[in-house]
T-cell receptor, first 114, second 115 residues
Framework: AAGVIQSPRHLIKEKRETATLKCYPIPRHDTVYWYQQGPGQDPQFLISFYEKMQSDKGSIPDRFSAQQFSDYHSELNMSSLELGDSALYFC?????????????FGPGTRLLVL | AQTVTQSQPEMSVQEAETVTLSCTYDTSESDYYLFWYKQPPSRQMILVIRQEAYKQQNATENRFSVNFQKAAKSFSLKISDSQLGDAAMYFCAYRSANRDDKIIFGKGTRLHILP
């Protein structure tokens, strides 16, 4: 079965640089969520989109922005990167009807800020 | 606000034995979902089991089962016949029944399997 695809899988950036993370949900899933997991931490919700509109916002810094496109893929844009942004970033998607409460996670993007 | 608490940062179990991971949560909502996610060293988040709050029957998935006590707001995971591949971080998680709501995770329990 198709899974959530995230790219890139690994990313190394310098402080103050910009990064873009991409997420391709499972086909026919209409909701996308972004989570940040710091070292030794539990995943923390950043932002979500339903039908291309932002539906909820968590502890996402103002330096970060995200959007969902017409093909339902989503991008998380991170600017003025800081050392503390080093983390594993998960994207998850959920279907429109049956089992919509279940979120299926991608493999994550490991971001290292030097 | 909803919270999820896992009071056991680490646990160990002998291979082939049974282990129970504890989880409690706090919410004022009556309808919600509870999950256990497994995160192995690869750090992939894998759904282990799901429980709907409106269902009294405890969910089971092969060797994994839960003990859901709604009044006590308790949601423990039992792993039977533990296998080496079960070694991982296990996160208990809560989600409101509202559409598109986020998942709230506990701090996790690291499970070691002893051969």
């Amino acid at each position: 079965a198709a899974g959530v695809i995230q790219s890139p899988r690994h990313l190394i950036k310098e402080k103050r640089e910009t990064a873009t993370l991409k997420c391709y949900p499972i086909p026919r899933h209409d909701t996308v969520y972004w989570y940040q997991q710091g070292p030794g931490q539990d995943p923390q919700f950043l932002i979500s989109f339903y039908e291309k509109m932002q539906s909820d916002k968590g502890s996402i810094p103002d330096r970060f922005s995200a959007q969902q496109f017409s093909d339902y893929h989503s991008e998380l844009n991170m600017s003025s990167l800081e050392l503390g942004d080093s983390a594993l970033y998960f994207c998850a998607s959920s279907p429109p009807a049956l089992n919509q409460e279940t979120q299926y996670f991608g493999p994550g993007t490991r971001l290292l800020v030097l | 606000a909803q919270t999820v608490t896992q009071s056991q940062p680490e646990m160990s179990v002998q291979e082939a034995e049974t282990v129970t991971l504890s989880c409690t949560y706090d919410t004022s909502e009556s309808d919600y979902y509870l999950f256990w996610y497994k995160q192995p060293p690869s750090r992939q988040m894998i759904l282990v089991i799901r429980q709907e709050a409106y269902k009294q029957q405890n969910a089971t998935e092969n060797r994994f089962s839960v003990n859901f006590q709604k009044a006590a707001k308790s949601f423990s995971l039992k792993i039977s016949d533990s296998q080496l591949g079960d070694a991982a971080m296990y996160f208990c998680a809560y989600r409101s029944a509202n559409r598109d709501d986020k998942i709230i995770f506990g701090k996790g329990t690291r499970l070691h399997i002893l051969p």
